[in-house]
């Protein structure tokens, strides 16, 4: 069933007839039962489920549902009638499953029974929930130091799972919360906190229709949010423009079929989408940043002194910022040959987006990981700010700063306090409602969690969902860590890589997934997740239970809970009957829950207040921020030195560390993963064409090699910025050290990693 290897241009628009037909494959392959296909349009309905794809927002009160490819991709995994069953872990040891493919493993489908690691026969082995529960309680309760167990996420949790999680974590006495968003929008959390007053995005999904220019930067929406795709395709109907961003040309960002557009399909017509491509260098982005900023002061001040209409925003910046006049003298001391060289964008195309700014009367700016995986994360993103804020950009129709989240509840689980940093008025609510003093000091996130774990500090790790072994950097410590570990616990779908990494005691739970019923004691239960635009909502699963003996992330925290706190203070029981109550106890704890369960029922959901978009800054200032950033570089250790840098991409057909398949076919990759992008012009260079074989060294912060490596890929010539080359992650993640982060966020420079090649002689 998979494709035969080739490469070739990739001519059609994003989605249209080529994702009508991958959604037919994902469903044929993974799906036997007619009925579960056709609750597949339950999907981002209401009284329908939430997409498990991504965190991009339905239209709002709307009977409308957008079902996209990988929407239907991510469905059809989970629904799959296929099953990974305790005989499939008789059959199997343990050390042979490690030598399959990341995507072989998970295509076995769903776990379906709860199974504890036996080294001496090196198989998994099936145990009763209540023989598990006790042991790992036993265990637990008996570490001298609370701080020595991590409490991992990955954002496909619930708000209530995620809410009863971190309760649990806290009452057994821990701030201990390595999350996928640590390896994700941390740099979001942190640095639009900083400059606005709320680390989460400031628009909704109608600022879309108002606005006259939207930027999309560091993101790749044809694969990874592709239902924002048709807010795009709108945008551009009006006539309104779209700038992109982009060290690579992503089809996603340039044209659209609409797979729910009739005539679009059956004429082959497509929309163009993005009609200004910038093909930035990787770690590039502050230095185009500051370049437009600067184009833009120099124009403004140009025109004041000839007694001309303004171009800033005076009123906005004097009433509601800080901050402006050291941006000011940071920007116009930024040197054009530093802007340039740095961003390898050309100053007449830097005064072309500037010119296309100062147009649009309103401005949103999107981004993604090509923003937020560097060092200078957190900088990169007050960059953009900055430049929102000198049109006075935030708080206002058709403007705004938008993050592309990742997991469909990445951004919910920390609104209900997944954090390694809670506030102390978030910890007072919690001491006054239940009645248990939970830890102040601050605990591990996910860089600090895997040092633990490497270093052998760390005895334990819960991990709710995920893969976490495999989507941190350096592989070879976090797979010896895992092994050092005295007790690991698994709540997962499927089975991946870090569950095989097995540690003294390790157990593998399976869950109901988002698509799935969850009947308890007061009948069927609904779930609530937070979009990437605020928005509060309801899940229903629909479907069947993948296996009798699955049980819901609530109920396996419930258990656990009770098993390893005999003394709680949590009504743990009385929430599992019936999850309205556990909603009731969130709403007395998290400001902006008021109705919880009433405003829930109502399709749509609600809002979470958002300050900023009100222009109420919650800063320390009072006021938003301009911040400053010493000179133009996003990561110090690669880009002044090195000739090449690396970014780690998503294919199209994966799910981070999920392989659905192995084509990228927007990218005109079919069949094989093991490829690198690289441009023509830099391909000669290094005296390369396609086709050739490499090996990637990457280097360390004084420019030498090291043995982290990744050998024999196959050279792509792909249309994008020199100096940069790109490759897949999971596969690359043991060129990335684990000290390769942001400071400030603690963000892994995913996206930025130092590298040489090395030809492969074909001969030898
Ligand atoms: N189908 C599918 N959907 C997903 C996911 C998935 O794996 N599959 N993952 C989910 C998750 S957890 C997340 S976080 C999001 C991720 O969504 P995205 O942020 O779109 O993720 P990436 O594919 O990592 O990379 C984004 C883009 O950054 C560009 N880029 C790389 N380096 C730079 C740079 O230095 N500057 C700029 N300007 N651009 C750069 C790359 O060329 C690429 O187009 O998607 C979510 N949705
Ligand atoms: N090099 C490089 N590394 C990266 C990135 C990159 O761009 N480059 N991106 C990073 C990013 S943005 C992220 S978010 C992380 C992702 O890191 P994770 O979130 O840890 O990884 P996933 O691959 O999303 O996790 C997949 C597993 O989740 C489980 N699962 C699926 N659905 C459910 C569910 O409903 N409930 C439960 N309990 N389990 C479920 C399944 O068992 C599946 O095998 O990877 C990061 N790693
Ligand atoms: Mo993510």
């Not at 072994?469 to 350096?474: L, Q």
Request: aromatic share 8%; charged share 25%; proline share 5%.
């Amino acid at each position: 069933m998979q494709m035969k290897e080739k490469i070739e241009d990739y001519t059609g628009p994003a989605a249209g007839w080529g994702a009508v037909k991958a959604v037919a494959e994902a469903i044929r392959e993974q799906m036997e039962i007619v009925p579960d296909i056709i609750t597949m349009f339950e999907m981002n309905k209401p009284q329908g489920f939430d997409c498990p794809g991504c965190a991009w927002p339905d239209p709002k009160h709307s009977a409308s549902f957008d079902v996209c490819e990988n929407g239907a991709k991510a469905m059809a995994w989970e629904a799959t009638a296929k099953k990974t069953t305790p005989e499939f872990f008789a059959k199997h040891t343990v050390s042979e499953l490690l030598t399959w493919a990341d995507y072989d493993l998970e295509n076995e489908g769903r776990l379906t029974h709860p199974m504890k690691y036996n080294a001496q026969t090196d198989h998994y082995e099936p145990i009763e929930w209540n023989d598990a529960f006790n042991q790992i309680g036993q265990l637990l309760s008996h570490y001298p130091d609370p701080n020595s167990v991590e409490f991992y996420t990955s954002g496909r949790t619930s708000n209530e799972a995620a809410f009863l999680y971190q309760l649990f974590a806290r009452e057994y006495g821990t701030n201990n919360f390595p999350d996928c968003s640590n390896m994700c929008h941390e740099p979001t959390s942190v640095g639009l906190a900083a400059a606005i007053g709320v680390g989460k995005g400031t628009v909704l999904l109608e600022d879309f229709d108002k606005a006259d220019l939207v930027i999309c930067i560091g993101h790749n929406p044809g694969t990874n949010h592709p239902r924002m795709l048709s807010s795009l395709r709108e945008i551009s109907k009006r006539g309104a423009k779209i700038i992109a961003i982009n060290p690579l040309r992503e089809r996603g960002l340039e044209r659209f079929t609409y797979p729910q557009d009739p005539i679009e399909m059956l004429t082959l017509e497509s929309t163009p989408l993005a009609e200004h491509y910038y093909k930035v260098r990787i770690g590039g982005d502050t230095a185009l940043m500051k370049g437009i900023m600067r184009v833009i002061i120099e124009l403004h001040d140009a025109a004041v002194a000839k007694g001309q209409a303004p171009i800033l925003d005076n009123e906005f910046i004097q009433n509601h910022t800080v901050g402006f006049d050291a941006l000011k003298h940071d920007i116009l001391s930024t040197r054009w040959e530093d802007i340039l060289s740095i961003s390898g964008v050309t100053q007449s195309e830097i005064e072309q987006i500037a010119q296309l700014y100062i147009e649009a009367k309103s401005t949103i700016i999107c981004y993604g990981m090509g923003i937020t995986q560097h060092q200078h994360g957190t900088q990169n993103i007050q960059q953009l700010v900055n430049l929102l804020l000198l049109k006075g950009n935030i708080g206002r129709d058709g403007a705004g700063i938008c993050p592309l989240r990742g997991h469909s509840n990445v951004q919910g689980d920390r609104t209900v306090g997944i954090t390694e940093k809670p506030s102390q008025a978030f910890l007072d609510k919690i001491e006054q409602r239940f009645g248990f003093k939970p830890p102040a000091a601050f605990g591990h996130a996910a860089v600090a969690s895997l040092q633990a774990i490497s270093q052998g500090s760390a005895r334990a790790l819960i991990c709710m969902g995920g893969n976490l072994a495999v989507a941190m950097p350096d592989k070879d410590a976090c797979y010896s860590g895992m092994k050092k570990l005295d007790l690991a616990v698994h709540i997962g779908t499927k089975l991946n890589r870090s569950h095989l990494l097995t540690s003294k005691n390790t157990f593998l739970f399976p869950v109901l997934g988002r698509t799935e019923k969850d009947i308890q004691k007061s009948g069927p239960q609904s779930i609530t997740v937070e979009d990437s635009m605020s928005m509060v909502h309801a899940s229903h699963g629909k479907l069947k239970p993948a296996s009798p003996h699955l049980k819901s992330e609530c109920a396996i925290v419930a258990g656990l809970a009770k098993a390893t706190l005999p003394h709680t203070k949590v009504e743990w029981d009385e929430f599992i009957d019936d999850y309205d109550k556990i909603r009731d106890a969130m709403e007395a704890i998290l400001p902006g829950f008021e109705d919880y369960n009433a405003r829930i029922r109502v399709p749509g959901g609600f809002h979470l207040t958002n300050a900023a978009s009100q222009r109420k800054w919650l800063t320390s200032s009072g006021k938003a921020n301009f911040m400053t950033t010493k000179g133009v570089i996003e990561d110090p250790k690669s880009a002044i030195h090195s000739e090449l840098i690396l970014a780690t991409l998503r294919s199209h057909d994966q799910y981070n560390t999920t392989i659905y398949g192995m084509n990228d076919r927007y990218r005109g990759v079919f069949g094989q993963r093991d490829v690198m992008f690289i441009s023509e012009a830099q391909a000669k260079k290094q005296n390369l064409s396609a086709g050739d074989r490499v090996n990637i060294i990457a280097l360390d912060n004084e420019q030498k090699r090291t043995n982290r490596r990744l050998d024999n890929l196959k050279v792509v010539i792909y249309d994008m910025a020199d100096r940069c080359v790109a490759t897949y992650f999971p596969e690359a993640n043991n060129l990335i050290a684990l000290d390769n982060f942001d400071p400030q966020s603690g963000i892994p420079a995913y996206k930025n990693i130092p590298i040489l090649l090395e030809k492969v002689d074909v001969a030898s």
